[in-house]
């Protein structure tokens, strides 16, 4: 290759489109960070909500990719994807936007909160299926794994600074007024995204097809190959664990540790430092074993580190957590950079959409499950419980990819099949894409 490594980065970021796109995930990132922190502590601390009622909570904000995660793919093979991102942005904007004025004026309930998360997700699976088929429109095949590398980078540095801002937020303004900066985020996202110039020309649906039989396509092209398959079925897993995660950590945090919500917030953020460093490295680390490699190695490796979660206590004991959190988020976000790469590589551009509304139907339709499931069990048994629950099924998430062909393998085929052209270490390849992704310096997908 002609091209210094070092002009990678410089040719990603100079693209203007990627720029804006980039730079709008960073702000409605940063701005859901801050949520992450704050809705639950509004029903947590403001509305006196039991374990259960945050599991259900936790349920609406994505009970959408089961409602509609696999017709929003078939609608949207039907169309251009730049206005489908801009208004999600809008809606988003404007659902989590009337938190603060609802809890100033005392008029602040849970349904509304229910209602808020289940908009939210709603308007979320548009914006995620539509964002990952949008992608090759802006950038080249052989910059695709640079592109995401660079948008988990974002995600990751979100994921550090915002859940601190939002625990800061929260401590000096309260939980529903830190929420204004999550509306903040959305807006300022579709903003940039109107400054979009990609051509990106509008599909034209075979005729005579259904929208059963477009649905019934990206279904079989997913679970007809058997490394979709098997990386559904890990992928599936270990959203179903992170759910009861997400839906008990902010009631053990506040009622077990005693912690305050700016401590929330620092550990939170710490604990995406290991998101960070998972971006920053994935590139190379997939060039040192291979793409194929590096989705089973980065569960396998980091999966145990789990069990520090309900081994920690107050105090000091309180590390263990964040080195949990941050070790487990490492590896998601090495094994996401590899995985989602992959996909939209291998599959035609006419199935994209499908293809990934179908991957996160699969992968995501666990999510309220494991909600419901982690409320339940920390309304029965405590949250600790309900942590060691989440421990031991992510023990399970490497299973699906070492039972599969991923084991056997370095590099993962390309569309015709063939091995793709990071097998020699040498080569221009995914793998130097990779590296390129590393150097621009962003989870479960």
Request: proline fraction near 7%.
């Amino acid at each position: 290759m002609n091209e210094k490594p070092s002009s990678r980065p410089a040719r990603l970021l100079g693209h203007r489109d990627f720029r804006l796109l980039l730079t709008g995930a960073a702000a409605a990132q940063t701005g859901s960070q801050v949520t992450l922190v704050a809705l639950p502590l509004v029903a947590v601390m403001v509305l006196d909500a039991t374990p259960f009622e945050v599991g259900l909570l936790t349920a609406a904000e994505t009970a959408a990719f089961l409602l509609v995660g696999l017709p929003a793919g078939a609608w949207l093979d039907r169309m251009r994807k730049l206005p489908v991102l801009i208004r999600a942005d809008v809606v988003r904007c404007l659902a989590v936007g009337s938190i603060p004025p609802a809890a100033a004026f005392g008029v602040l309930t849970m349904p509304q909160l229910y209602l808020v998360g289940l908009v939210t997700g709603v308007a979320t699976v548009f914006f995620d299926v539509a964002h990952q088929s949008f992608l090759p429109a802006v950038l080249p095949r052989e910059q695709l794994v640079g592109g995401n590398g660079a948008l988990e980078t974002v995600r990751s540095s979100a994921q550090i600074a915002g859940p601190g801002l939002g625990g800061g937020l929260v401590q000096l303004l309260g939980a529903p007024l830190a929420i204004v900066a999550d509306a903040c985020g959305y807006l300022a996202s579709a903003l940039l995204l109107v400054r979009i110039k990609a051509d990106e020309p509008r599909p034209e649906p075979a005729p005579g097809r259904s929208l059963r039989a477009e649905v019934g396509e990206g279904v079989r092209f997913v679970l007809g190959h058997p490394l979709l398959r098997a990386i559904a079925t890990a992928t599936a897993t270990s959203n179903l664990f992170s759910a009861v995660l997400t839906a008990v950590q902010t009631v053990f945090w506040v009622r077990v540790l005693d912690l305050s919500p700016g401590a929330i917030g620092v550990l939170m953020s710490v604990s995406a430092v290991g998101g960070l460093a998972g971006a920053l490295c994935a590139g190379q680390l997939a060039r040192w074993f291979g793409q194929a490699r590096l989705i089973w190695l980065s569960t396998l490796v980091t999966a145990p580190f789990a069990l520090l979660w309900p081994l920690s206590g107050g105090g000091a004991g309180v590390v263990l957590f964040g080195l949990a959190s941050g070790v487990v988020l490492f590896g998601a976000v090495a094994y996401n950079v590899a995985q989602v790469s992959f996909r939209q590589s291998v599959c035609p551009p006419e199935l994209l959409g499908r293809m990934n509304a179908t991957m996160r139907f699969l992968v995501w339709g666990t999510l309220p499950i494991g909600a419901l499931i982690g409320g339940l069990v920390a309304d029965a048994a405590g949250p600790r419980a309900a942590l060691w629950l989440c421990a031991v099924g992510f023990l399970l998430v490497p299973l699906p990819l070492l039972l599969s062909p991923l084991r056997r393998m370095r590099e993962l085929p390309g569309p015709d099949g063939t091995a793709g052209p990071a097998a020699d270490a040498g080569a221009d390849s995914d793998a130097d894409a990779a590296e390129e992704e590393g150097a621009v310096s962003p989870g479960p997908s």
